[in-house]
């Protein structure tokens, strides 16, 4: 199948899953790489015929939607905002969270792929934090609608290129060598606990004093379903709690009210009543 191809396919399948083509530019060949597997499995030979078997089989449509979740991340992504999150955000929510009394601050990774974002934010806690907050615990649930990449998450061993990125004290302390590869030690596991979910779906669960959603939503997501997304994060949010997006994200217009913390790092906050 050819980029041109795969791209009139894309655009004409996306809208039909409440998707949209421009946040798929930077990512298409992966997913035509994998609708082409799928049109082989199926004897497809071309485009149309796909599109015919989507006609007679609806339940390919659901396949089709897992075929076009693009998942490209890495520890420490955006250094500046993680350098961010620990230095300002987190101990400001951690104050908070003791102001009220609370033993436990909550953050919720939506779309956490194979667990390089919520782990991050484990080693940072544990490594710059948590002495300073002794007696706060952090709880980080992690989300994705991927059990195969849920699955690997578990596992937490990942590639160098994965890894680069941290300080490297960060991952002298929190990773060993095994293999060729670099697996978590189990203390910096605990704090993260998994589960599958999609997030066009409810979540119930809430009170979350922080919301990392990067480069899921707002990039892939139409505008109808940004909105239902954005209006998810924010009742699953403390009042004054934070949102993360990815740095080339926005909000979408007519949706729920956060006030601006860094547009440049995709920083927003739930306003107290």
Known sequence: MKDAECVAFL????PRLKLRWPGFRRVRRQACKRIQRRMTALSCPDVAAYRLYLDE??????????????????????KRVF?????????????????????TLRVWSA???????????????????????PDLALDILATDADDGLLSRAS?????????????????????????????LRPAFRTAVRFRCHDLRTPLHEGGFDLICCRNLAFT???????????????????PGGVLVLGVHERLPEG?????????????????VV
Request: hydrophobic content about 40%; charged content about 25%; proline content about 4%.
């Open 111 to 133: 779309g956490c792929g194979s667990g390089e974002e919520p782990y991050t934010l484990a080693i940072g806690w544990q490594l710059q934090l948590a002495q300073r907050f």
């Open 57 to 78: 089989h609806p339940e390919e449509w659901a396949r089709l939607d897992a075929y076009c979740r693009i998942t490209v991340t890495r520890f420490y992504r955006d």
């Open 11 to 14: 655009q004409w399948a996306l």
């Open 220 to 238: 892939y997501f139409d505008h109808d379903l940004q909105l239902r997304a954005a209006q998810t994060l924010h009742e699953r949010l403390l």
């Open 255 to 271: 949706g729920p009210d956060f006030s601006v913390i860094s547009e440049r790092l995709g920083l927003y906050r739930k306003p």
């Open 155 to 183: 596992e937490a061993c990942y590639a160098w290129s994965a890894v680069r990125n941290l300080p490297s004290g960060w991952r002298s302390e929190a990773f060993q060598a095994r293999d060729g590869r670099y697996c």
């Open 83 to 103: 350098q961010t999150l620990m230095d300002d955000v987190l101990p400001e929510l951690a104050r908070a969270a003791l102001t009220r009394s609370a033993r």
